[in-house]
């Protein structure tokens, strides 16, 4: 059973960081594109990073960029996104993602079949 498992969320205070993992099994899941992706209240999904390392490319939304880095272990069986500089602006419903979109649909979250069941990140003013 292929599953993606979002951890590490919480509670912060505006500059503070965090560190969500993205834990998978069941797939390898190593030459897919990972993506992080974010719900916040009231909002449709948003667009936060993507990376496909055996395709050589990342992207990541003008809002978080410079601040966010998505990243994988070795194993590339956990993906993580750090989060620094956090602002309330950042609070949302964070959720991981996998699927093979071309370099022109990396952000497009159609194009990812597979998904966990998100985590929370509130971050306080």
């Known amino acids: 059973q292929v599953q993606l498992v979002e951890s590490g969320g919480g509670l912060v205070q505006a500059g503070e960081s965090l560190r969500l993992s993205c834990a998978t099994s069941g797939y390898n899941f190593r030459n897919y594109a990972m993506a992080w992706v974010r719900q916040a209240p009231g909002k449709d999904r948003e667009f936060v990073a993507a990376?496909?390392?055996?395709?050589?490319?990342?992207f990541y939304a003008d809002s978080v960029k410079g601040r966010f880095t998505l990243s994988r272990d070795n194993a590339a069986t956990t993906v993580y996104l750090q989060m620094n500089s956090l602002t309330p602006e950042d609070t949302a419903i964070y959720y991981c993602?996998?699927?093979?979109?071309?370099?022109?649909?990396?952000?497009?979250?159609?194009?990812?079949?597979?998904w966990g069941q998100g985590t929370q990140v509130t971050v306080s003013s």
């Open positions: 990376r496909r390392w055996s395709g050589g490319w990342h």
């Open positions: 993602a996998a699927g093979t979109p071309p370099l022109s649909g990396a952000r497009t979250m159609s194009l990812y079949n597979y």
